[in-house]
């Protein structure tokens, strides 16, 4: 039997949009909700789990800036550790 892996689906120009799950069903999304001083805060999850968030902005809008961001820089970006 193959076991299914998740893969994460990026926008691209010709198909804007949020990252969405491919084929096996697991769903890694982004979700933006206010915290509890009514900032906007934008969070990565996996299956429901927050792998990691943004910091809180003013307006949903700038909360929407930051997924865009993540989006278009992430897959590309270094990793970096730290001692």
Do not use: C
């Given at each position: 039997?193959?076991?299914?892996?998740?893969?994460?689906?990026?926008?691209?120009?010709?198909?804007?949009?949020?990252?969405?799950?491919?084929?096996?069903?697991?769903?890694h999304y982004f979700?933006?909700?206010?915290?509890?001083?009514?900032?906007?805060?934008?969070?990565f999850k996996y299956?429901?789990?927050?792998?990691?968030?943004?910091?809180?902005?003013?307006?949903?809008?700038?909360?929407?800036?930051?997924?865009?961001?993540?989006?278009?820089?992430?897959?590309?970006?270094?990793?970096?550790?730290?001692?």
């Amino acid at each position: 039997m193959r076991a299914k892996i998740a893969r994460l689906a990026w926008p691209s120009a010709a198909s804007p949009g949020a990252a969405r799950p491919v084929e096996d069903g697991m769903a890694h999304y982004f979700e933006i909700k206010k915290n509890k001083v009514g900032e906007f805060v934008a969070y990565f999850k996996y299956n429901s789990e927050t792998i990691f968030w943004t910091e809180g902005y003013s307006s949903k809008a700038s909360a929407k800036n930051a997924i865009e961001s993540i989006q278009k820089n992430g897959p590309g970006a270094e990793v970096r550790e730290t001692e």
